[in-house]
């Protein structure tokens, strides 16, 4: 099946700094990514729509100037968490569309903010 | 607008019992339906996914699904549980139309005990 990576795995930065997270589709090509967000035994919360080559679309509530979008490639999004704070701590995960409507999930990345 | 109602927060059921996890949608459009399960720090696997035709559904791991329009249900089934189907499962829909953004429930927690 497809594959979806993400990296790192795991970061820890200190308050104010930023950190920009990857996700790459391996072997398949992925004009759209959705970026999630899942805090402790919660369900996931969408944050933004990766569209390759245009504009990311955000949910209401997701600040598009803290959370920033990049979809350079057909294989490659990256999120970029901005002056990041404590509480933008969280499970981070991303995912690509496939074939038939399931959706490919990278394995997440753990941010913490000292 | 979707949303997907997850009854059980948790599930706690003996080895070599049978399992249900409840799942119940609304949608104002035809929609897709998908059980993803997610093991400890990892992202989501697909499970099994309803798009047409025959309304039960088998998956991986020996997990099924049957989905009931009239009662707007998408309920996972195993016959018999193990221990390592000890994970968190997402029940998820998206819309027919092919946007692909998904809504997830808030996870139902399935513990196997020894």
């Known amino acids: 099946g497809a594959v979806v990576s993400q990296h790192p795995s795991r970061v820890i930065c200190k308050s104010g700094t930023s950190v920009k997270i990857e996700c790459r589709s391996l072997?398949?090509?992925?004009?759209?990514m959705f970026w999630y967000r899942q805090f402790p035994k919660q369900s996931l919360m969408l944050m933004a729509t990766s569209n390759e080559g245009s504009k990311a679309t955000y949910e209401q509530g997701v600040e598009k100037d803290k959370f920033l979008i990049n979809h350079a490639s057909l294989t490659l999004s990256t999120l970029t968490v901005t002056s990041a704070h404590p509480e933008d701590s969280s499970f981070y995960i991303c995912?690509?569309?496939?074939?038939?409507?399931?959706?490919?999930f990278g394995p997440g990345t753990r941010l913490t903010v000292t | 607008a979707q949303s997907v109602t997850q009854l059980d927060s948790q599930v706690p059921v003996f080895e070599e019992a049978p399992v249900e996890l409840r799942c119940n949608y609304s949608?104002?459009?035809?929609?897709?339906l998908f059980w993803y399960v997610q093991y400890p720090n990892q992202g989501l696997q697909l499970l099994l996914k309803?798009?047409?035709?025959?309304?039960l559904v088998k998956g991986i791991n020996g997990f099924e699904a049957e989905f009931n329009k009239s009662q707007t249900s998408f309920h996972l089934r195993k016959p018999s549980v193990h221990i390592s189907d000890t994970a968190e499962y997402f029940c998820?829909?998206?819309?027919?139309?092919?946007?692909?953004?998904?809504?997830f429930g808030t996870g139902t927690k399935l513990q196997v005990i020894p």
């Open positions: 309803y798009l047409s035709g025959s309304t």
């Open positions: 072997d398949f090509q992925a004009t759209t």
């Open positions: 998820a829909v998206s819309d027919s139309g092919g946007y692909q953004k998904v809504t």
């Open positions: 995912s690509a569309p496939g074939q038939y409507y399931e959706q490919y």
């Open positions: 949608s104002s459009v035809s929609v897709y």
